[in-house]
């Protein structure tokens, strides 16, 4: 149980073109869902949490309007990378928590590798 | 700040043991959580300690230390699937999971 999807896997676009992304919960429903950057050798990013109906929260210095989040159903949440840039290249991970809040534990999806060119 | 420090690389030999620290600082602690992630994959959940004291999973082992601001991760007989980045992580007071970098462990033969 637990499982969490992520599409596409990974994508390849140019500059100044919009990439979504979709998270799914596939045998749970998601509370709150949590999106992440991560860079080579780095840790992960925190850049919103999002709870099902309501606007997500962003972390400090991440774009709201260059990073889209909405957050329809209780097993998906979608994020909107608008106008991508080379320095948007990144590996984006999706997780998704069971309590409100979702603390208690993350589910991970498998992760999103994005280029910009 | 806050703060989660862990060692950058560490390296063992298959069969071996290896403890992986972790120290924090935060504003508030509601629980530690290690998780493991393998070279271009997602992180998968390992372990959630909110008590002081040692839990036991099989062949990996969390401890914490609440007073001491200290956690570890400790696997035992290694296998070279193990070889992966550990990451630490502390739910602060306003339950938001700081992260600590990671640590690379590689296994050798």
């Known amino acids: 149980g637990a499982v969490v999807s992520q599409h596409p896997s990974w994508v390849i676009c140019k500059s100044g073109t919009s990439v979504k992304i979709e998270c799914r919960s596939l045998d749970f429903q998601a509370t709150t869902m949590f999106w992440y950057r991560q860079f080579p050798k780095q840790s992960l990013m925190l850049m919103a949490t999002s709870n099902e109906g309501s606007k997500a929260t962003y972390e400090q210095g991440v774009e709201k309007d260059k990073f889209l989040i909405n957050h329809a159903s209780l097993t998906l949440s979608t994020l909107t990378v608008t106008s991508a840039h080379p320095e948007d290249s990144s590996f984006y991970i999706c997780?998704?928590?069971?309590?409100?809040?979702?603390?208690?534990?993350?589910?991970f999806g498998p992760g999103t590798r994005l280029t910009v060119l | 700040g806050q703060n989660i420090d862990q060692p950058t690389e560490m390296t063992a030999t298959e069969g071996a043991i290896v403890q992986i620290n972790c120290t924090y600082q935060t504003s508030g602690f509601n629980g530690l959580f290690w998780y493991q992630q393998h070279a271009g994959e997602a992180p998968t959940f390992l372990s959630y300690n909110v008590l002081d004291g040692l839990e036991e999973k099989g062949r990996f082992s969390s401890f914490l230390s609440r007073s001491k601001g200290y956690s570890y991760l400790l696997l035992k007989e290694l296998q070279m699937k193990d070889s992966a980045s550990y990451l630490c992580?502390?739910?602060?007071?306003?339950?938001?999971?700081?992260w600590g970098a990671g640590t690379k462990l590689i296994i050798k033969p």
């Open positions: 992580a502390v739910l602060d007071s306003n339950y938001q999971l700081i």
């Open positions: 997780s998704a928590g069971v309590t409100p809040g979702g603390y208690n534990e993350q589910f």
